[in-house]
């Protein structure tokens, strides 16, 4: 492919490049994948209002989310097993992150570990927590992620038990992969993935080995890891968590009102309206959609954040035009960094700013956070058609 012009681009590029479990992991949501699709077609209905003969020069994208300067407000979500995508791909995002000057968020559930990733990033990154079952291994991890540096805690409430995604038990998926017949035909037909795979010591969920009681080998990693995740996790938990962090904690996976108004009780300094790209409850409905209640429901107690079919600069300012003072992006960097490594979570980062500055502009719009309402137009009933 000869010019990159926006993310579908790096979609076919991260397709071709890339093993198809992971691709497919990627690219998967659970069940009938309704809310994953739901996400992306919601985003088209709500459209731009044009505006003509303003001044147009001196365009801004700056902003802030929590309190951290922004060159758009727009962060890199966590995206479990980022590094396998690419080898040392959660090292390669949170360079690109840095020097593009937006925030990366570092999942539990990342191929480098949380030391690998700070010794190797020039900027302080945000760490997402998984609660396990196993307290230990929070505290640990959480004193970790303190010892690191990391600038936020991102904790994330929408997966306490995993919502199947059929393509996942299909192919098998596994870190590192399984070398079945079918594994290793296709995998040979991924020559770059799989040189630089071989040419890293990091393939194996690098916050766990080592670090969890009884994980030693990957054997013994998939058990832990399918067992672990806490179906008891609650408000009693996440107000213990808060206190031991003591930091900028952010509430990931809100999508109700009412959770909204907890976790601004719970002094969350933000919030991120998400259904985890349409990854755990298959059926429910689109955050573009379920932004504004939300909004209403928390006013300025915290910042709202939104991820979850974000592909291109305009969803960015329709997001933000309803009210969100921050979104996040998964897929849309992981397809840059599966297309070419850093230079591609970068030219991920590029195309949306692209868009956003010149859809802005085109708008009427000279600084992204005077984006408001009046931008949109928005289909009648688009908001509170379900009840
Ligand atoms: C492959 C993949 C892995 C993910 N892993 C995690 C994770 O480890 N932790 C987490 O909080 N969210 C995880 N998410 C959800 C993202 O953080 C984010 O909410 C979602 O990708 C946003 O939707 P989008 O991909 O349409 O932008 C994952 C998403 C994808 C696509």
Redesign the pocket.
């Known amino acids: 492919m000869a010019v990159i012009t926006c993310i579908a681009d790096l979609k076919e590029l991260h397709r071709k490049r890339t093993p198809k479990m992971f691709f497919d ?2 690219e998967s949501g659970s069940y009938t994948e309704q809310t994953f699709r739901e ?1 992306i077609s919601d985003f088209a209905q709500v459209r731009l209002r044009q505006k003509v003969a303003v001044d147009m020069s001196g365009r801004s994208t700056e902003s802030a989310m929590i309190d951290q300067k922004v060159a758009m407000p727009v962060a890199l ?5 980022t590094g396998m995508q690419r080898a040392d791909g959660e090292i390669k995002a949170a360079r690109a992150a840095a020097k593009f000057g937006v925030p990366f968020t570092l ?3 990342s191929i480098c570990s949380i030391e690998d990733v700070a010794a190797q990033s020039p900027a302080p990154f945000w760490f ?1 927590l ?1 609660v396990m079952r196993d307290e230990d291994f929070v505290d640990a991890i959480i004193e970790r992620a303190k010892t690191a540096g990391c600038s936020a805690l991102v904790l ?1 409430l929408d ?1 306490q038990i995993l919502g199947q995604r059929h393509k996942d038990l299909k192919n098998g998926l596994s870190a590192p992969p399984k070398l079945t017949l079918p594994n290793i035909v296709n995998m040979a037909t991924k020559v770059q993935w799989g040189l630089e795979m071989l040419g890293t010591p990091r393939r194996f969920f690098g916050n766990i080995v080592g670090h969890a009681k009884g994980v030693n080998d990957p054997s013994s990693l998939m058990t832990w890891t399918a067992e672990q995740f806490d179906p008891k996790l609650d408000w009693s938990k996440i107000a213990r968590i808060r206190d031991q962090w003591g930091g900028k904690l952010i509430l ?1 996976g809100i999508l109700d009102a009412e959770d909204a108004r907890m976790a601004a009780d719970f002094g969350a300094d933000a919030i991120v309206v ?1 259904n ?2 349409g ?1 755990q409850l298959d059926g429910a409905l689109s955050t573009i959609r379920m932004l504004p209640s939300i909004l209403a429901a928390v006013g300025d107690r915290t910042e709202v954040f939104l ?4 592909r291109s600069g305009q969803d960015v300012l329709k997001a933000l035009a309803l009210g969100a003072t921050g979104t ?5 960097f ?1 397809y840059g960094l599966g297309a070419m490594g850093e230079a591609g979570v970068t030219a991920a980062l590029e195309i949306i700013r692209k868009e956003l500055d010149t859809s802005m502009a085109l708008c009427g719009e000279r600084d992204v956070k005077a984006l408001r309402r009046e931008n949109l137009l928005v289909p009648e009933g688009f908001f509170d058609s379900y009840a």
Not at 77 to 81: I, K, N, T
Not at 307 to 310: A, F, L, T, V
Not at 328 to 332: F, K, L, P
């Open positions: 992991y990627c996400n979500a966590p995206v479990g097993m999942s539990t559930m997402q998984y994330t997966l990931k998400s985890h790209g990854r991820d979850s079919g974000i996040m992006i998964g897929r849309a992981i």
